[in-house]
């Protein structure tokens, strides 16, 4: 009987509380930015594709919705020539995030994804690449990286010394 | 076999291997980086320690390396032993300070042994804070990448390429942490089997240039065993495909024939899949032979291209079929049964008919059986009799290198050396060598590997041959007149052979000489009657020249009289372009006769382009299908990559032709085994070939065999531009292989393996678990099926020895050089590998470039058959007097048949 009491007048309090529910979409909800929502690929500092073609998204990816093909520009930098998300199958994980060594990747709170037609769901590079670098700023892989890349020789990562002359002893 | 403690426990091994072999064929997990099956040990790298004890009190024991432990009865190792474990993270801590932070950019990253051993070992984090030695890169030419950071000076390369491949051109440089692994100076790596660094080196320094420019890593290639289909040799392949085309070729381990190693050819022709000038739908032609129309060919749908076919077909007189040693015997038998045993032809020149038959007699009737590739690397003795083997036959050049280990090993042995314990073995032979020797028309690759070399004309060469014979055994014919100079060789290596306890004789078509195969015979005859195992090892240039030659059809030359002759009106002309067979002039008149031109084939060549119905075949990636090879081993291939356009197997194609008219009637042969079964019927000497793989109804545990990784990625979106409901996976009726990664996950016999892989061993060093024992034979057996053993019963010597070479004022013999780039048809159109296509030109021997005033590089105008060849001169020191040389197969060099005339 007591606990019933108490239930009711739990209830009628409620009543007296602030709305939770918002009218979307005039209003939005408050999305964390570590919110999964839809995935983007970003650049690193200097603008360059932050996406070295790895294949490490596609093969954590649980649904392998992500497909892509690498290609090379003429100083040796590799991106993906093709990359492709199918976000009818998508759901989410940010596996792919996780995966990512470069910080391409990334998840954003953004979840207005909603299509008539599913073919729309599936979404190119074009689609994908953001002019910015996301939720991680300051990366860029390619000057860890031992690889010469356009602007990049060998010996100008950070942490490296130069090239060593094979043709002495010393 | 003796018994020795692991951890603890007792286990049987051969006492002949060290205890990291051991370990690995018993399944540890112990990481090594130097080691290598077929190199050895040099206990370079210090991974692979171990705690060895004394015995069975011995509580101390000693860090040893475990490669350099002999499996000698009683050995004691402990693999886990805490301090083994700390040296064994500690080495690889080491490797990894100065290591760059490349994998996600690196070709290696997925199948990269470094990264396998160093999770194995534990190491995480590097603690390291000070900065990392770098290299610069040298370009290596069309086909290695050089990614000089990322090197563990493990030294396989080197020893590879130099010790086993007789390379020149790569070394170490440098001292303490600076070695460094490359050329004296940037430039083309010369080798010939330069692209097995790619996998010999077990990190991302040597890597596929090739793969490269389409990279995909290890887990999404889709694959499926394949058999090299650019010499005669059956080398076993894996190619990976992705987005609908070839990226790239591995090894596949055949234990009797390429062990752990493809040349150059075989790695890099696969490019020719994914060209341009593919035959990727039907072509119609109507005007094909109206050479004043210049019209063009026409796409059309598969049906109507069928249907112009049937009704030539039904409309012909008579139709004749073009069968082709670069088709699978399923395609030619298909031919076969669909014009009939005497209207079918097996595409080849009546001369080359007639040595493949010499030589498939020799191996029927004969005592002698055919060499496998292991053989030779086993035999103590060799004789090559005319054949540039790395030009002809690469693969068996580099086994032929390893052969002239053999006898001086016996030393080692002697002196309680065993035969892993590389470097060791070096020291005690130094630079003695097994008896190798050598007759050849010209240079070869391998001659700093010779005993002796003899450079002759093909008859002397076949003279000096059938005198080898002779000093081996007196029945024997004598030969009469030879110069004393080389009666004094053929002396030496006929004592050489009946010394040996394996001697292997090698010979082949390429000079176009049967003599040549009938010397070769008698010495291995004579061997044999002495009691010596002798084999023979024949060169053949085509991945299924004996099959074709087993089919038993009729050469070109009776294809062109029945049509000349009016029997004959229409051909069906198989993966064949007979202008790379015959004079130009005759496969004109043969083609301008007849009233239909079928052809069916993957590239556009000269031939398909005169055809009225061209069909699309598949390449060895698209088809299933079985290869005749040297030592006639039948060998399934099987699609790597299901077609997506109008393209069939050639044999599907014959099928489709055969059915009656209506586009919608069943086609002769539904499945592959229907081939197969038939072909069984109709030639019992081709049965064996239908067991050479189990056919498509085998199933492990109610599954069959997946051909992409089990991690394969994409699969929801890789098509998914085009519709985004995936659609279903093509359907595999004609092999135990699905196109999906479900499937079976067990081991499948060694005939469907399509990738080495084994939870926790990503790289191509998962082979280990793939075979009896690491480093032996396959896992159930290696795989084919030989179609012809030896009789026991002897056979008379052939006696027809024909006279000496005698030059002549007027003419010269010419003779085709081959190139193992450029000589082979498909392999041209592969982009890195025409980079090394040598320009075309006309060999000189030194005495008659002086004679005539010649110089190195003028242009000389060489008649050959009423055909005019400019070609640039280039003088050779070796090649005899009267004799030319020019590259066979190259363009405007095609249908010439050597040797022939030549006037200058
Ligand atoms: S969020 Fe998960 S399901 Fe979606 S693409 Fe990334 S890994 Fe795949
Ligand atoms: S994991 Fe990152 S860098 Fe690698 S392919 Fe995916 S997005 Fe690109
Ligand atoms: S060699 Fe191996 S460990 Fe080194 S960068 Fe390449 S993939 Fe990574
Ligand atoms: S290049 Fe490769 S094979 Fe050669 S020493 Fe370095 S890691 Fe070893
Ligand atoms: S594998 Fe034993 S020391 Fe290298």
């Known amino acids: 009987m007591i606990s019933m009491l108490k239930t ?31 995935i983007i690929l970003s650049r690193d500092p200097d603008g360059g594709e932050r996406c070295v073609a790895c294949y490490l998204c596609a093969v954590a990816c649980p649904v392998d919705c992500i497909a892509l093909d690498s290609a090379e520009d003429e100083h040796g930098r590799r991106y993906p020539g093709m990359f492709r998300i199918n976000f009818s199958r998508c759901i989410y994980c940010g596996f792919c995030e996780e995966a990512c060594p470069t910080y391409a990747i990334q998840l954003v709170p953004d979840v207005e994804m909603a299509e008539y037609n599913r073919q729309n769901m599936v979404y190119e590079k074009e ?44 | 076999m003796a018994t020795l403690h692991i951890d603890g426990n007792p286990y049987e091994a051969d006492p002949r291997q060290n205890m990291l072999q051991v370990s690995l064929t018993h399944g540890f997990d112990l990481p090594y980086f130097c080691w290598h099956p077929a190199l050895g040990s040099v206990g370079a790298c210090r991974q692979c320690a171990v705690r060895q004890y004394r015995n069975e009190d011995d509580q101390q024991g000693q860090i040893v390396m475990a490669c350099m432990v002999p499996a000698a009865e009683g050995t004691r190792i402990s ?110 790596l010369e080798n010939e089997f330069s692209g097995n660094l790619v996998e010999v080196c077990p990190t991302g320094v040597f890597t596929d240039k090739t793969l490269k420019g389409h990279y995909t890593r290890k887990w999404d290639l889709q694959s ?87 009704d030539r077909l039904h409309s012909a007189r008579r139709v004749i079929g ?95 050396v065993p035969a892993w314990n590389d470097r060791a073995v070096r020291d005690v032979i130094q630079t003695d060598r097994g008896p190798l020797y050598i007759a050849a028309a010209d240079e070869t690759r391998l001659d700093d590997a010779a005993t002796s070399v003899v450079y002759r004309a093909p008859e002397d060469l076949a003279r000096f041959g059938f005198a080898i014979a002779r000093a081996v055994h007196g029945d024997a014919p004598p030969v009469d007149d030879l110069p004393e100079e080389d009666a004094a060789v053929a002396q030496r290596a006929a004592e050489a052979l009946a010394n040996a306890k394996r001697p292997v004789i090698i010979s082949g078509t390429s000079l176009g000489n049967e003599s040549l195969l009938r010397a070769a015979a008698n010495i291995a005859w004579a061997l044999l009657r002495r009691e010596k195992p002798a084999a023979l090892a024949w060169v053949v240039p085509e991945a299924n020249t004996f099959g074709a030659g087993l089919m038993g059809g009729r050469p070109l030359r009776e294809a062109y009289q029945a049509v000349s002759s009016g029997a004959a009106d229409t051909a069906i002309i198989l993966e064949n372009d007979l202008f790379r067979r015959t004079h130009d002039v005759d496969v004109e008149r043969f083609l301008q006769s007849l009233k239909s031109v079928i052809a069916i084939d993957s590239l556009r060549n000269r031939t398909t382009d005169r055809a009225h119905v061209v069909l699309p075949a598949g390449t060895f990636a698209e088809s299933d ?213 040598p320009e075309p030109y006309v060999a000189i021997g030194e005495a008659d470039a002086t004679a005539r005033g010649v110089n190195e590089g003028d242009e000389i105008v060489l008649r050959i058959l009423g055909r005019q060849h400019k070609l640039r001169a280039r003088i050779r020191t070796r090649l005899p007097q009267g004799v030319l040389g020019v590259p066979a197969g190259f363009p405007g060099l095609t249908g010439l048949v050597f040797p022939a005339d030549g006037h200058w």
Request: net charge negative; hydrophobic share 35%; aromatic share 8%.
């Open chain 2, 322 to 416: 073009i069968g082709s040693p670069r088709a699978s015997l399923e395609s030619n038998y298909a031919l076969r049964a669909l014009v009939g045993e005497d209207h079918f032809h097996n595409g080849l020149p009546a001369a080359e008919s007639h040595l493949v038959n010499v030589a498939l007699d020799i191996l029927r009737h004969g005592p002698a059986k055919a060499a496998s590739l292991r053989e030779i690397e086993e035999a103590d003795a060799v004789l090559i009799l005319g054949e540039d083997l790395t030009q002809t036959a690469p693969r068996m050049a580099l086994a032929v290198r390893q052969s002239i280990m053999r006898a001086p090993e016996e030393t080692a042995r002697a002196l309680g």
């Open chain 1, 127 to 170: 689609h994908l690449l953001i002019d910015g670098q996301g939720k991680y700023h300051g990366y860029n892989y390619y000057k860890v990286a031992g690889l010469a890349i356009g602007g990049k020789g060998k010996g100008e990562a950070e942490n490296e010394d130069p090239p060593i002359d094979p043709k002495s002893l010393m």
């Open chain 2, 79 to 188: 693999i886990q032993d805490e301090e083994a474990r700390e040296f064994r993270k500690s080495i690889v801590e080491w490797l990894m300070i100065n290591h760059p932070h490349d994998c996600p950019v690196c070709d290696e990253g997925g199948e990269c042994h470094l990264q396998d051993m160093t999770v194995m070992t534990g190491h995480a984090y590097r603690r390291f804070r000070f900065r990392k030695r770098t290299f610069t890169n040298q370009d290596l030419g069309p086909f290695i990448n050089h990614e000089m950071n990322r090197c563990i000076q493990c030294y396989r390369c080197v020893r590879y390429y130099k010790d086993y491949a007789g390379g020149r051109d790569l070394d170490a440089f440098a001292s303490h942490n600076h070695v460094y692994f490359g050329r004296s100076e940037d430039g083309v």
């Open chain 2, 625 to 837: 299908g079985t290869f005749v090879n040297n030592e006639t081993r039948a060998q399934r291939f099987f699609q790597v990559l299901a077609p997506e356009e109008d393209v069939l197997e050639s044999w599907r194609w014959l099928g489709h032709l055969e059915s009656g008219t209506a586009p919608s009637e069943e086609p002769r042969w539904k499945e592959l085994d229907d081939v197969l079964a038939a072909m069984a019927r109709d030639l019992p000497e081709l049965a064996g070939a239908r067991d050479a793989a189990p056919a498509a109804d085998f199933l492990k545990n109610g599954s069959k065999f997946p051909r992409s990784p089990r991690r394969f990625s994409g699969r929801t979106a890789m098509l998914a531009h085009r519709d985004v409901s995936e659609p279903k996976p093509p359907v595999d009726s004609d092999s135990p292989l699905t196109f999906s990664m479900e499937g079976s996950v067990t081991i499948p016999p060694a005939e469907l393996v399509s990738h080495y892989w084994s939870p926790g061993w990503n790289s191509v060093q998962a082979l280990n678990k793939f075979q009896e024992e690491v480093g032996g034979a396959n896992r159930g057996g290696a795989p084919g099926v030989r179609l012809i053993e030896p009789e026991k019963a002897t056979h008379s010597f052939f006696t027809d020895i024909p006279a000496a070479f005698t030059r002549s004022d007027q003419k010269y013999l010419v003779l085709g050089l081959h190139h193992i780039f450029g000589s082979e048809e498909l392999s041209r159109h592969a982009p890195a590998l025409a980079e090394r296509i």
């Open chain 2, 224 to 310: 499926a065993p394949s058999v090299c289909a650019h010499c005669g040799l059956g080398c076993n392949t894996l190619p990976g495909a992705r987005y609908g085309g070839v990226r790239r070729i591995l090894n596949r381990y055949h234990h009797d024939i390429n062990g752990y190693f493809l040349c150059d050819r075989g790695r890099y022709a696969y490019e020719s899949v994914n060209r341009p000038e593919r035959i990727r739908h039907p072509l119609l032609h109507e005007d094909a032979h109206d050479t004043d129309t210049h019209s063009k060919p026409e796409f059309c749908s598969v049906d109507h291209a069928l249907k112009r076919a049937r």
């Open chain 1, 8 to 38: 009711l007048w739990l209830v009628f309090k409620h009543a007296f509380h602030k709305r939770v529910t918002i009218q979307y979409p005039e209003e939005k909800a408050y999305l964390a930015p570590r919110y999964r929502g839809r």
